[in-house]
Nanobody, 122 residues
Framework: QVQLVESGGGLVQPGGSLRLSCAAS????????MGWYRQAPGKQRELVAA???????NYADSVKGRFTISRDNAKNTVYLQMNSLKPEDTAVYYC????????????????WGQGTQVTVSS
């Protein structure tokens, strides 16, 4: 019923930048929080950044000052601008959204994208 499609991952050199996008589609009534998580090989998935429908943001300490999350509510899209990338940022990045569908409203459920690989290497 709801699909999250990510784009923008790739290979970048240390110090470089990437911009991830995630578009939600389907029978959406409302979207509450949206966020980005990442999972590196052998590690647990961790929160990178999140943003509420009102624009309040939250960041992992490891990315504060380097990453910026934003969203376009009209397009049901969330973005992650990543600057000053480091090798330790290498991971699969997943988009997450709390969505109430036309059928489920007012109850919302978590939906996940398929993931996009970000590799920071020289």
């Amino acid at each position: 019923q709801v699909q999250l499609v990510e784009s923008g991952g790739g290979l970048v050199q240390p110090g470089g930048s990437l911009r991830l996008s995630c578009a939600a589609s389907g029978s959406i009534f409302s979207i509450n929080a949206m966020g980005w998580y990442r999972q590196a090989p052998g590690k647990q998935r961790e929160l990178v950044a999140a943003i509420t429908s009102g624009g309040s943001t939250n960041y992992a300490d490891s990315v504060k000052g380097r990453f910026t999350i934003s969203r376009d509510n009209a397009k049901n899209t969330v973005y992650l601008q990543m600057n000053s990338l480091k090798p330790e940022d290498t991971a699969v990045y997943y988009c997450n959204a709390g969505v109430a569908t036309m059928v489920d409203w007012p109850y919302e459920y978590d939906y996940w994208g398929q993931g996009t690989q970000v590799t920071v290497s020289s």
